[in-house]
């Protein structure tokens, strides 16, 4: 067995498609089933059961899958672990789309200082494909926000906390006020963040456990595109204070809640199965010795 054909396999027993598996490899798909084929030769079994048009592990399929993915990271991490002279190598990081564009800039500034030698990669990836890419060892560090549910085994580590502040279109009726009670946007219409950013869950959860729903009258992929509806009067929203920090428009403002304020946690996660490298633990530093200093 050859890793490339072990990798192959992993790639469509984790997607369920050979067609998906090629398009994320960038090779052609009768490539890749050749290199399937050459794997079921070797072991005298298929692997994958083709019926119909969803692909499914066999018995053999299930017997290799977990054998597989540990030769592949034992070689990665082989690799890697050789390789490894703390001046040179490339440090993989991915964070949720509301934290990455804050913080990701100013925490690699201080680390290219002292490590000019280092090749990273920035990624941005939803809670659920962050976590599971770096349950895999895809990711060297994941940034996110607690509360997430992350597989065991994975290394979670708090970093700070911060607070969720209310953004309004300038001219707001609750834009006069120092600090906005929560009962006071039970009939606001809300701008959110769609399905799959933890940000949204965290809003609704919060308000929800104080009796109040937010009605959300649109749904964007991007906090910048939030940041906009709002100035527009579509609505209002919840924003990190991170991104408010950043933000020099001047049709929007931001306001705290009277009382019990909204807050998230911005944690660093790892695999702690997998070898760091001394790159990758010096990022890993990098991150703990940021400080976030709110705003008042």
């Not at 089933?33 to 692997?47: K, T």
Request: aromatic content about 6%; glycine content about 6%; some cysteine.
């Amino acid at each position: 067995m050859e890793l490339n054909q072990l990798r192959t396999f992993l790639k469509i027993a984790e997607l369920g498609s050979f067609t998906r598996a090629a398009e994320e490899a960038g090779v052609s798909q009768p490539a890749l089933s050749q290199q399937v084929a050459r794997l079921e030769h070797e072991l005298g079994r298929p692997v994958f059961d083709r019926s119909g048009r969803s692909v499914r592990l066999t018995e053999a399929g299930r017997l290799l899958l977990p054998r597989a993915s540990r030769i592949v990271a034992l070689a990665d991490d082989t690799t890697r672990e050789l390789l490894d002279d703390g001046r040179v190598g490339r440090v993989v990081v991915a964070a949720i789309p509301t934290i990455a564009p804050f913080l990701l800039p100013p925490v690699l500034r201080s680390y290219r200082i002292d490590h000019p030698g280092a090749s990273v990669q920035v990624d941005e990836e939803v809670t659920e494909a962050l976590l599971r890419r770096c349950q895999r060892g895809e990711l060297d560090v994941g940034v996110l926000a607690l509360p997430a549910d992350a597989p065991p085994g994975l290394a979670v580590e708090p970093l700070f906390d911060e607070e969720l502040v209310l953004a309004l279109p300038v001219g707001h009726p609750l834009a006069g006020l120092d600090a906005v009670p929560l009962d006071a946007v039970r009939a606001e219409p809300f701008v959110l963040l769609g399905d799959g950013h933890c940000l949204s869950d965290q809003i609704r959860s919060f308000c929800q456990q104080r009796a109040v729903q937010p009605v959300a009258t649109g749904r964007t992929g991007q906090l910048a595109m939030v940041q906009e509806l709002v100035a527009l009067g579509h609505g209002i929203s919840f924003v990190p204070e991170m991104a408010r920090r950043v933000d020099a428009s001047p049709n929007r403002v931001y306001r705290h809640l009277l009382g019990d304020r909204p807050r998230r946690t911005v944690a660093a996660c790892w695999n702690p199965d997998r070898y760091q490298t001394r790159l990758a633990l010096a990022f890993l530093e990098a991150l703990r010795s940021y400080r976030f200093d709110p705003i008042a």
